[in-house]
């Protein structure tokens, strides 16, 4: 496919707290239908009306090319938190992604069952979501995708605190959950979750990890089915990895 240029719309400046955290009085469903959150809150009237909604199926890539995504990951101690269909772990400050030459500091990974990206309408059984914003609360994402395999020693040090209250603290090397290869799905979109702002700046890797049997299940037990339903494309733009 002809390579055409990387031109992504303006994500709108939001606060990554008020985007992000909110009191939950909304459920995931099958990740088939559509869940219509609007109907529950109407602060929650662009998950449906909204024209850059996440996730979205990545087989549908309408452009190709090598986005400039680094990252600047290592050794930390992270905090886990768990909720209703929530395992997440909140990052002290200092790491972080470069997009575009654009950077975005690292706040926290939670995790979905199953992933809520799809390539070609397959979903693999768990994904990691790894969220940033900039300094001005412009919000990005990494997605890393896990398949069933080796077990992964990053998420060892998560799973073994399934099951117990929140406050635990988990030391681990962060690129044990991101490929060494770096290529990327890049496009604009939103948040899977209410209130569904848009204007994320949306990274899927190419290349999926592994995860033990045990550790999906340890975490599908804790999230259930925890993925929103794919949402449509419609004009937006879509790079996948340069062949």
């Known amino acids: 496919m002809k390579m055409l240029p990387v031109l992504l719309a303006t994500a709108m400046v939001v606060s990554p707290t008020a985007a992000i955290a909110q009191d939950k009085d ?13 109907t529950l809150n109407t602060d929650y009237a662009i998950c449906d009306a909204g024209l850059n909604q996440s996730p ?4 549908a890539a309408n452009a190709r090319g090598d986005v400039a995504l680094e990252t600047n990951f290592g050794e930390t101690t ?6 209703e269909e929530k395992v997440q772990v909140d990052f002290p400050a200092g790491m972080g992604m470069t997009s575009g ?6 706040i926290q990974v ?40 080796e077990a992964n020693p990053a998420l060892a040090k998560i799973t073994e605190h399934v099951g117990h209250p929140s406050g635990m603290l988990a030391t ?10 770096l290529s990327v799905f890049r496009y604009m ?24 049997a045990e550790q999906i299940a340890s975490l599908r037990g804790a999230l259930g089915d925890s993925a929103r339903s794919l949402q449509p494309l419609g004009s937006r733009l879509l790079v996948a990895p340069a062949e």
Not at 189 to 212: D, Y
């Open 26 to 38: 909304w459920n995931f469903g099958d990740g088939e239908m559509p869940e219509r959150w609007s």
């Open 56 to 59: 979205i199926d990545l087989g």
């Open 78 to 83: 992270g905090t886990v938190v768990f909720g």
């Open 101 to 106: 030459g654009k950077p975005f500091n690292l």
């Open 110 to 149: 939670h995790f979905h069952t199953p992933s809520e990206h799809a390539v070609n309408g397959e979903r693999t059984p768990l994904v990691a979501h790894f969220v940033h914003a900039t300094d001005a609360g412009e919000l990005g994402v990494l997605g890393v995708m896990f398949e069933e395999g």
């Open 172 to 181: 681990f090397d962060i690129n044990d959950m991101v490929p060494e290869d």
């Open 189 to 212: 979109g939103s948040l899977t979750t209410p209130p569904c702002s848009e204007g994320v700046n949306w990274h899927v890797a190419n290349e999926p990890l592994t995860a033990s």
